[in-house]
């Protein structure tokens, strides 16, 4: 069973897409960590992520960056949303994300793009929304609670001006697939949240 977990940042698509894999004992992979890789090869090279030609020479990055804790910084956050516009180096990735999926057994995968380009054939597919003030609050308190003293102005503009990159790239935007269940957390705790996707689950497979 493939399950594809698509959606904005801060949605809560990562929690959702962590609690099915472990409810269905299937493998996750977080797809947005192989664009921050890329992101904060570019940063620590000294390229300009901006330019296609310097992102795919950050392409090759090393498996161990993938546990590094600066991938889950704002910056590289707000950087990988703008290599990922790159038609190329979306291509770079795409064969690694195909295979996750289609191991023997299936995969969980979440990202912007599973649904759509990734794995089209997911015989589970969901669109995890929430308003963007939400979603801001609870990357504020997560950057917060890792010793940030970014405010929450300017982590709702960050997430605004990614919500617009990454739903307006000509490759691959952030769209719902045609048929995915829509799934808001905006008022849902965790664990309802997952219970819901867990019955979205189970009347698709
Ligand atoms: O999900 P996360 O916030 O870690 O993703 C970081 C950035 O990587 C996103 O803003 C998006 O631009 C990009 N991304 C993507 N396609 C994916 C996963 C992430 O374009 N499947």
Redo the contacts with the bound molecule.
Sequence with gaps: MIIAV?G???SG??TIARALARHYGLPHL???????AV?ANVARLDLDGSIEADAIAACDFDDALLDDPI?RSDAI??L??????HPLV?ASLLQR?RRFANQPGGAV??????GTV?APEADAKLFIRATPNIRAKRRHAELRAAGSTISIDRVLADIRA?DL??ST?ST?P?VPAKDSALLDTSFLSIEASVQRAIAIVEARR
């Design positions: 698509d904005p940042a801060a698509k990562g977080d797809t947005g960590l192989l664009y921050r992101a991938l956050g707000s990988a949303s703008v290599i990922s516009a979306r994300q995968l979440d990202g912007r793009d599973i990734i990614r990159r990454d790239r691959a952030l």
